[in-house]
Structures are given as structure tokens and as C-alpha cells.
């Protein structure tokens, strides 16, 4: 490593801590030049087309050129190369930004980005030179725009530019986004998505028409993904649109293009609306295990487009446990999803406090795999009560674990010597809003009440960390007797005929392992049926169980 205090020069730049610290890091980098393998890549190379340069005005040659040859020497001249480049980059450039002409800029981001892309985001000269741009906003090119978008979208997870991307959007609206090209979208759609920026629904609409009107993108996954990407984002749901996806692919037999980390995506789109195709899950599975199987992992720290991630198995875990795609041979997960999870663990492809692994445990279970392989890493106090002692996502997911446990392997449980932490101030109104039909029943047991042996029912979340309302049926208003569920939009599979949620499915499970009986309801069943009707299915039910 570089000891920055050996170079008097930097005197003048390291002007603070963070500054020494940011340097630091990536004079210490292994320099990994940016090609068209990957998506950035691809999309550098493409903004970065001289498509506008005709008569742009004239660059300082001399200047730019020698930062240029400065960048591209850094990783032949050693050191003292990574040096001169920083102290160009970082005092020339960013005190001479302001004489810079636009297009100058862009050559000077261009060549960091493709020199050091791990690293483009923590220089000086990028931050300045994106504020500057934001200046120039009003008299950029719909190109410069496209290319100002392309580099926000660098620094991910960075809320700071959502402001100036949306007026991004808005001055390219005013141009026509019919003259937005399949590139030009992907910039869009990929920067927005990783800056977590929502885009409007006019852009939303031409992302979602351009897919249904190109259907030769469904060979191209690179851009396929990146709109589907920004479209879960956005949060657009629709049946009509996720069948002609099923369509095409099956039809196409497009999957054959797709990576495993390609295939992970798509299949998130159907998981977050719920959408269940049989044909496209058991392709994708077949798929996925086929690449795990044949695949080797490198090591986290590696780039290889093409190598499965930890967080890539979870994500398909994610979507075949919420969609309740139990058609997954337990030997396919035995001994090709399990080998190379645990590979890549002990690769140190895994958070220090194993958060990643509790979630596919979590997942593994709801498809009724009790992955105890998986345990020894993480199901241990050290681990476990730092993370049910804070307000994290992770504890509502690990709390529900430790209760699947509870119910189903009070043996490991006992011997981990931890349990599950939760909070009863769930507010079930957002919930109810949602589910009329679940009112209903609601409604009319209380009538039922009056004249029953059940004569109190209450609506509550009978599974702890499973946020699922049920009604509870007691004898003499304090004997837990029966568990009414209902089948309706909120938990169960569009495209199938009623049949529950992955979540809904494990919340039945547990519950046939207790001593009360459970009582489905499917809402389909009793719309539109009057409330002296509900009253006589339901006394049916209850009769018939108790």
C-alpha cells in the first residue's frame, strides 16, 4: 500500500481525512479496465459515442489528452503512476472544471470510468463535475442528458440525486421520449433503479411498451432485466403483461440466453405480483439448478458476470417460497443448492452477521427443506440476539424461523438456547382495508356467536412473525377450539384457482400442528352470497370440526 505521505505534492490535495482515507483505498486497488462484458460496460461505451460531436466545440486538446494518457497509464506506470493521476484528476481537473466545455468533462469521466469503475464514484473530479453538470442542465443535448443520467447512476443506493434526475426526465419529456432508443431506456431505467428513484408514469409506459413491441429484447437479458428491474420498482403489476413475458419465453425458448442472476430477476417480477405459471417455474428451476450444478465459484471479491452470488440463490428461493413452488426436488436442493451455498459462505460471500443465510433458511423451510446444513453457521446466541435486539427487516424473518423451529423442531431450538422476540403492536388495519371478504366472515360469526358454543371470535395473527390475520373461535369466551382462515386476493396465487401464498401455506402448516381445528373459508365461495347464507356455511364448518 502507498504510504500518501511519502509525496509532498499531495499536500495540497488531501485537505481532510476522508479525503487520505478515499485516496488511500484506491491507490491500493488491483486496476480492473472496464470492457462491454458487463452492463456498464456496454452502457459506457454506448453514451460515450461521439453521435453528437460534429460541431461541438473544439476540446483543449493538449490538456485533456494529457489527464487521459495520465488515466490510462495507471496501471503500467506502478505507483508513482497512481500518484500522478490523482493529483491530476483531483487539482487540475476539478479546479479547472468550470472552463471545461461539457464534452471535455465527459471525456474525463469517461476515461475514470473505464479505468477504475469500482472506484469513479470516491474521486473529487466526479462528484464536482456532477454538480456542475446539474448547473448545465438546461442547455444539455438530449445525448449529454442520457450521458449526465448514465453517470449519476454510478453511485448506487445515492438518494442525493433523485431531484436532479427527475428534472433529468422532465426535460427529456419535453424532447419526445419517441426518439429514446433501446440504449437510451437502459441508461434510464438502470440509473434510476440505482439511485432508487422513481420514474413517471409516461416513462413507465413507453419502458412497458417498448417490451411488448420488441419482443427480439427477450434475447438480449443484459436490457431485458434492466427494464424489468425498474418496472418491479415501479411497482406495475399485470397479468396481461407478466403472460406475454410466459409467452415469449416459452414460446421462444429464450432462456436458453439467460444467466442465473437473469433468471432470478424475471422470476421476481412474478413473485412480487403473486403470479403463478407452472410452465415458467418449472423451467426456470430446471434452468437454475442445471447452471448451479455445472457452475464454479470464484471467490466474492472476483468479478465474473456470469458467477452466481449468494444473494442471486436467495433471490430464487425468495420467489419459489412466496409463490409455494413445492415441485423442486428435495435432491436438487440437497445436493446442488446446499453445496453451493455453503461454498460460497466459506468464500466470505456472506454478511458478518449471516443475514443472508437466515433468509434462505427462512425460504428453505417454507418449501419444507429443513436446511440444518445451513444452522452451525448462524443458529447460535452470538449471532442471533444482536439482530432480535434491533428494528432491522432481518427480525421479523428470523423471529418467524425461530417459530417454525418452535413448532416443528423444538429439539434444535432447545439446543441453540434461543427463541423468538416479538413485538404485539402490528396494526392490522392497513391489512383489513384489503380484505373484505375476511370482514365479512367477521360480521357474520358475530352473529353466529350469539346462539353458539363458540361464542367469542377475535381476528388476530395466530403464528408469531407471521403477518398473516386469521379469526380465533373460543368456547365459553377463553378455550381456543377452532382457527378460521380465509381464502381470498390477499393469500392466495393469481392464475390458479385460490391456491395460497407461499406465506399462507407455511401460517396452514403450522397451524394443523396445534390442537385446534382449522376452518378454510374461500372467499370465491361466499360473494355474493347473503349474510344468512354466510351464517349457514359457516355453522356448517364449525359443526363439522367441533
Not at 139 to 151: A, D, M, R, T
Not at 363 to 386: A, C, D, G
Request: proline share 3%; aromatic share 8%.
Amino acid at each position: 500500500m502507498i504510504q500518501l505521505s511519502k509525496f509532498p505534492l499531495f499536500s495540497t490535495v488531501l485537505k481532510t481525512y476522508e479525503q487520505a482515507r478515499r485516496y488511500k483505498r484506491v491507490l491500493g486497488d488491483k486496476v480492473r479496465e472496464l470492457d462491454e462484458t458487463t452492463l456498464t460496460g456496454r452502457l459506457l461505451a454506448y453514451v460515450s459515442h461521439p453521435t453528437e460531436q460534429i460541431n461541438a466545440p473544439k476540446r483543449s486538446e493538449s490538456k485533456i489528452e494529457r489527464i487521459k494518457k495520465s488515466i490510462e497509464s495507471l496501471d503500467t506506470g506502478g505507483k508513482a503512476s497512481k500518484h500522478h493521476f490523482l493529483q491530476t484528476v483531483d487539482e487540475q481537473c476539478t479546479r479547472e472544471l468550470k472552463q471545461m466545455s461539457t464534452l471535455c468533462i465527459f471525456d474525463v469521466l469517461h476515461a475514470l470510468t473505464k479505468k477504475i469503475p469500482n472506484r469513479i464514484t470516491e474521486s473529487e473530479f466526479y462528484e464536482r463535475s456532477l454538480q456542475e453538470l446539474a448547473a448545465r442542465l438546461p442547455y444539455l443535448s438530449k445525448n449529454e442528458v442520457i450521458q449526465y443520467i448514465f453517470y449519476m447512476g454510478l453511485k448506487k443506493k445515492n438518494n442525493s440525486n433523485n431531484q436532479i434526475l427527475k428534472k433529468c426526465l422532465n426535460k427529456l419529456s419535453k424532447s419526445g421520449l419517441s426518439t429514446l432508443t433501446a440504449e437510451d431506456l437502459c441508461v434510464i431505467c438502470n440509473s434510476t433503479f440505482k439511485t432508487t428513484t422513481k420514474i413517471n408514469d409516461q416513462f413507465l409506459s413507453t419502458v412497458i411498451a417498448y417490451i411488448q413491441n420488441n419482443l427480439h429484447l427477450f434475447k438480449d437479458p443484459a436490457l431485458l432485466v434492466t427494464y424489468l428491474k425498474s418496472i418491479r420498482q415501479n411497482r406495475y403489476q399485470n397479468e396481461e403483461f407478466l403472460s406475454t413475458i410466459s409467452y415469449t419465453i416459452l414460446f421462444n425458448k429464450t432462456a436458453e440466453h439467460y444467466s442465473f442472476s437473469a433468471l432470478c430477476h424475471i422470476l421476481a417480477l412474478y413473485s412480487d405480483y403473486l403470479y403463478y405459471d407452472e410452465n415458467v417455474l418449472r423451467h426456470f428451476c430446471e434452468k437454475s439448478i442445471d447452471i448451479l450444478r455445472h457452475s464454479s465459484y470464484t471467490t466474492k471479491t472476483e468479478h465474473m458476470s456470469i458467477q452466481s452470488r449468494l444473494k442471486d440463490i436467495k433471490r430464487l428461493l425468495w420467489c419459489l417460497s412466496n409463490l409455494n413452488y413445492t415441485k423442486l426436488p428435495a435432491s436438487d436442493i440437497k445436493d446442488v443448492i446446499i453445496p453451493s451455498i455453503v461454498q460460497r459462505v466459506e468464500a466470505g460471500d456472506v454478511e458478518e452477521n449471516y443475514t443472508s443465510l437466515i433468509e434462505i433458511a427462512l425460504y428453505l423451510w417454507m418449501l419444507n427443506y429443513k436446511s440444518h446444513e445451513l444452522m452451525p453457521y448462524f443458529l447460535r446466541k452470538t449471532v442471533i440476539q444482536p439482530l432480535l435486539s434491533t428494528n432491522s427487516p432481518i427480525k421479523q424473518r428470523l423471529n418467524l424461523l425461530l417459530t417454525c423451529l418452535f413448532y416443528e423442531d423444538k429439539t434444535l431450538l432447545k439446543e441453540s438456547g434461543v427463541y423468538p422476540k416479538f413485538n404485539s403492536d402490528y396494526d392490522m388495519m392497513n391489512q383489513l382495508k384489503k380484505r373484505p371478504a375476511l370482514k365479512k366472515v367477521m360480521d357474520n360469526l358475530a352473529v353466529i356467536s350469539k346462539r353458539h358454543d363458540l361464542n367469542k371470535f377475535q381476528m388476530n395473527c395466530q403464528i408469531p412473525g407471521l403477518n398473516i390475520i386469521g379469526i380465533t373461535g373460543y368456547k365459553k369466551k377463553i378455550y381456543k377450539t377452532a382457527y378460521l382462515e380465509i381464502l381470498d386476493e390477499y393469500t392466495t396465487l393469481k392464475n390458479t384457482d385460490n391456491s395460497p401464498t407461499g406465506p399462507m401455506q407455511l401460517k396452514l402448516r403450522l397451524l394443523e400442528r396445534m390442537d385446534e381445528a382449522v376452518i378454510l373459508i374461500d372467499s370465491n365461495e361466499i360473494e355474493g352470497m347473503s349474510d344468512k347464507d354466510v351464517q349457514r356455511v359457516l355453522l356448517e364448518e364449525i359443526e363439522f370440526v367441533c
